[in-house]
T-cell receptor
Framework: KQEVTQIPAALSVPEGENLVLNCSFT??????LQWFRQDPGKGLTSLLL?????REQTSGRLNASLDKSSGRSTLYIAASQPGDSATYLC????????????FGKGTHLIIQP | SAVISQKPSRDICQRGTSLTIQCQVD?????MFWYRQQPGQSLTLIAT?????????ESGFVIDKFPISRPNLTFSTLTVSNMSPEDSSIYLC??????????FGPGTRLTVT
């Protein structure tokens, strides 16, 4: 059974810092990996999707990498802003996504103004 | 990105009653899923909503408790039956786009008293 772990569970940094969120998964036979953010009381916003054949994806100040063989992904946030404060979730899928997503418990991020 | 809507956005229900949650997706979605997010926890997949046939449930979830329908490609319902306080959670539906990316609705916050 796939298990997804996210480290750290919580992180508080001053505005402007670059930071890295970590995600690991136990079964490397994934189809893709997705990073989401969740604001309090809200649904999930998709940030980045990395297919299993890809190494990284970038969107604005966000960069996600994937090392499928070692079962790891990182989300890099450059020049953090208070608006980046949220919970960041990592999730993996198998079988073309037909099995749904397995989620980690998330990293609760606070950016101090 | 896919547009997914849910209703109701929140509800407070009495123990022993049932609540039906509706999810509407736009036409690009191929598969639909239902997830539960218990307080302070990450998301857990309840089931895959199959068009015109019985849903596929994950371990620990049963049809009698969480009946799901998907009468057409873009609409699904989840019913939480015979509710108890332990069913208090956020329920989210998602849609799988052809790109392999999953998009989520805003969620339904359920409180059972």
């Amino acid at each position: 059974k796939q298990e997804v772990t996210q480290i750290p569970a919580a992180l508080s940094v001053p505005e402007g810092e670059n930071l890295v969120l970590n995600c690991s998964f136990t079964d490397s036979a994934i189809y893709n990996l997705q990073w989401f953010r969740q604001d309090p009381g809200k649904g999930l916003t998709s940030l980045l999707l990395i297919q299993s054949s890809q190494r990284e994806q970038t969107s604005g100040r966000l960069n996600a990498s994937l090392d499928k063989s070692s079962g790891r992904s990182t989300l890099y946030i450059a020049a953090s802003q208070p608006g980046d404060s949220a919970t960041y979730l990592c999730a993996v899928s198998a079988r073309g996504g037909a099995d749904g997503l397995t989620f980690g418990k998330g990293t609760h991020l606070i950016i101090q103004p | 990105s896919a547009v997914i809507s849910q209703k109701p956005s929140r509800d407070i229900c009495q123990r022993g009653t049932s609540l039906t949650i509706q999810c509407q997706v736009d036409s690009q979605v191929t598969m639909m899923f239902w997830y539960r997010q218990q307080p302070g926890q990450s998301l857990t997949l309840i089931a895959t909503a199959n068009q015109g046939s019985e849903a596929t449930y994950e371990s620990g979830f049963v049809i009698d408790k969480f009946p799901i329908s998907r009468p057409n490609l873009t609409f699904s319902t989840l019913t939480v039956s015979n509710m108890s306080p332990e069913d208090s959670s956020i329920y989210l539906c998602s849609g799988l786009a052809p790109s392999g990316e999953q998009y989520f609705g805003p969620g339904t916050r359920l409180t059972v008293t």
